[in-house]
């Protein structure tokens, strides 16, 4: 399973990115879908997860209201539409996916991207 998170870039704090996750070598609908986030000097931290279906989402509380994850199971990608952007939004974005759906826990994930950069100037 391959994973390609694209969409990152530099933007003003106030604004909006949407990232995408394109993945390939699985079906696609049957895998559950995590962003998680990686700051310089910190640990990485989850994000939002959804569920195969995607009917069920699952957020970290800080970030609820800002962030929206999404998928299009025909189009094999997943999307984390991120507004109002701040610059402790400032990381490296990574998707991930695997059979636990709305997991918040990296080690339940099996597949991992490259992660984007994002980078929110104040």
């Known amino acids: 399973v391959q994973l390609q998170a694209s969409g990152g870039g530099l933007v003003q704090a106030g604004g909006s990115l949407r990232l995408s996750c394109t993945v390939s070598?699985?079906?696609?609908?049957?895998?559950?879908i995590g962003w998680f986030r990686q700051a310089p000097g910190k640990e990485r931290e989850f994000v939002a997860a959804?569920?195969?279906?995607?009917?069920?989402?699952n957020y970290a509380d800080s970030l609820k209201g800002r962030f929206t994850i999404s998928r299009d199971n025909a189009k094999n990608t997943a999307y984390l539409q991120m507004n109002s952007l701040e610059a402790e939004d400032t990381a490296r974005y990574y998707c991930?996916?695997?059979?636990?759906?709305?997991?918040?826990?990296?080690?339940?994930?099996?597949?991992w991207g490259q992660g984007t950069q994002v980078t929110v100037s104040s």
């Open positions: 959804i569920s195969w279906s995607g009917y069920a989402t």
């Open positions: 991930a996916a695997g059979a636990r759906d709305l997991s918040d826990r990296i080690q339940l994930y099996d597949y």
């Open positions: 070598g699985r079906a696609f609908s049957n895998l559950a």
